[in-house]
Structures are given as C-alpha cells and as structure tokens.
C-alpha cells in the first residue's frame, strides 16, 4: 500500500521558516490528494492544509492560511509545506497523509500516515 515518510522538521525561533517534505510511495488508487495535519501533545490531530494531486488545487485551515504553502512535486511523488512566519503556537508533530478533497474543500484522510516529523517553535 502506500507509505509516507516526512521530513524537515526541527526547531527554530518565532517568525523564522521550515519546509517539510513528505515522500510517498507504493500505490495511491483512491486518493486523489495529500494534506498536512499536526498534533500537538493533549491535542487533537488538527487539518493544516491538502492539495489535490491532478489540477493543485489547495485548501489551509484559517490558522495557517498566509503563511503556509503546500505544493507537490509529482514526478518526485513528493508533497511540501512551506511554513513562513512561525509562531509558537505551530509546535507540534507533523504528518502527511493520502486521502480524497472533496469540491467543497473537505478533506477525508485515509489510512496512510508517515511517522510524522517534530517542528518546535521558540519564542
């Protein structure tokens, strides 16, 4: 099946940048996008942002939306998030995931998730 690996993550001060990558592999039939979540320790796993693999079409949570990018890379079969203008509020536990965006900019993740990758943000 598929498999998702992340990476970039790490710790940087207040209004710095990271970017994360996410590698997929193995067969994706039925998943027509890929998205970000993060999970912060006592929290629930929270929607960061997807896009669709055929057309880019992208969707943010309103927390992220101007200061984060997703793009792909298809022919790496690679995802991105660009995360400019940290802020503390960003630590967290990052994963990638393969699932279905839906027109109306529903995202239904499915069961494929890397192991996630640590972003820690500094005052």
């Known amino acids: 099946q598929v498999q998702l690996v992340e990476s970039g993550g790490g710790l940087v001060q207040a209004g710095e940048s990271l970017r994360l990558s996410c590698a997929a592999s193995?067969?994706?039939?039925?998943?027509?996008?890929m998205a970000w979540f993060r999970q912060a320790p006592g929290k629930e796993r929270e929607f960061v942002a997807a896009?669709?693999?055929?057309?880019?079409?992208?969707y943010y949570a309103d927390s992220v939306k101007g200061r984060f990018t997703i793009s792909r890379d298809n022919a790496k079969n690679t995802v991105y998030l660009q995360m400019n203008s940290l802020k503390p509020e960003d630590t967290a536990v990052y994963y990638c995931?393969?699932?279905?965006?839906?027109?109306?900019?529903?995202?239904?993740?499915?069961?494929?998730w890397g192991q996630g990758t640590q972003v820690t943000v500094s005052s």
């Open positions: 896009i669709r693999w055929s057309g880019g079409s992208t």
């Open positions: 995931n393969a699932g279905r965006s839906q027109d109306s900019g529903s995202y239904y993740p499915y069961g494929y």
């Open positions: 193995g067969r994706t039939l039925s998943t027509n996008a």
